[in-house]
């Protein structure tokens, strides 16, 4: 996969840089998608750009994913499909730590621990939000929540990979909201990657 960043994602992102090349957005977006028709993506917990909460990340027992909001998608949407990575993901791996769709194509919200519709495999090939776990004394990492509006309802069973969702939605985003949180852990934590969930992410 190409690390050359385009222009129109640069342009989206308060600090990109390279890893952010691995993203979903930088794959299946477009010029012109990011905010189209004023479509935004909200936290109630943090701004864009901002330190998510410990009781988002690994660092907290009960931890959960955190509660988004978003505005109407461009018209003829059919479907929302959320896809949260890593983008400062070590040794070029590919970080995934949410995949959802079924989200109905009309402003919404999903709660704070809110169980979404249909989710996908996370990096470690789990069904639920992978949990935020940098290396220890690392730099902050960049968590970017990427919704993408479709024009056609997604045919995935659920648990199904980054892969086949990337395959459906290819060439069906008609626009993007974007999100990001920051998040380092001072002590305790490390990274506990599966080589299967891996490829079970991708």
């Known amino acids: 996969m ?21 993203l979903a957005v930088a794959q299946l977006g477009g010029e012109g998608l990011i905010g189209k028709g004023g479509f935004t993506l909200t936290s109630a917990a943090f701004g864009d750009g901002e330190e998510l909460d410990p009781c988002f990340t690994a660092d907290e027992e009960d931890a959960v994913a955190p509660p ?14 959320l896809v949260v990575e890593d983008a400062d993901a070590p040794d ?12 109905a194509p009309q402003r919404g919200q999903l709660l ?61 985003v008609l626009g993007v909201a974007l999100l990001s949180g920051t998040y380092a852990r001072e002590e305790g934590g490390d990274y506990d990657w599966d080589d299967e969930g891996e490829e079970a992410g991708e």
């Open 112 to 172: 704070e621990g809110e169980a979404p519709p249909r989710v996908g495999k996370n990096a470690q090939g789990n069904s639920e939000w992978l949990l935020p776990n940098p290396p220890t004394g690392a730099e902050p990492h960049n968590y970017v929540f990427q919704l993408f509006a479709t024009d056609l309802p997604l045919i995935l069973m659920p648990g199904a990979s980054r892969k086949q969702l990337f395959a459906e939605l290819d060439g069906h």
């Open 92 to 103: 070029d791996k590919q970080l995934t730590h949410w995949i959802v769709w079924g989200l």
């Open 68 to 81: 988004l909001e978003w505005s109407a998608p461009p018209p003829g949407t059919q479907e929302l499909v």
């Open 2 to 22: 190409s690390e050359t960043l385009p222009a129109w994602l640069t342009a989206a992102l308060k600090t990109p840089h390279a890893g952010h090349a691995r």
